[in-house]
């Protein structure tokens, strides 16, 4: 076989051991890149999944949360309410006592069945005999019809 055979057969066995190096290379770059894929699809599942959990769980931590102020929210409105209704309660029983007492000073003011308005002035009468009504510095409690200016009682 002549020399350039020769030649020609190991260029083209240098150029074919080239084309199967550079195709054995480009599976293998395919192969690492498809790994390199799979990895990372599969990191980014378990990111996310772990992602989804902890969402999950921040969205349960604040479900319980909400329903927690929800409940402290109902319980002050109902200590409120409570509170409000005691109040009134309260004001209604200060009221009907001022309304009473003012009562209770209106009477002290109206001339019982003994005395009577003669002149403007009170006169109380037991059997025969007839006095003048006076206040505590001893002057006479003047009246108008049946009532007086100042306190009988």
Known sequence: MPLSWKIGAAVAG???AAFAWNGLSQYLAARKADEIT???????????EQARAQAQQDQARLAADLKQRREDLSNTYQQVDEQARQYQAAQAIRLNQQQQEELRVQASYKLDRSQQCE????ITHSGS???????NAGQPITCTGDTATAPLR
């Open 14 to 16: 240098v150029i074919v």
């Open 38 to 48: 799979r990895d990372s699809a599969r990191t980014a599942m378990l990111q996310a």
């Open 119 to 122: 002149g403007g002035i009170v």
């Open 129 to 135: 005999s007839f006095t003048q009504v006076v206040d």
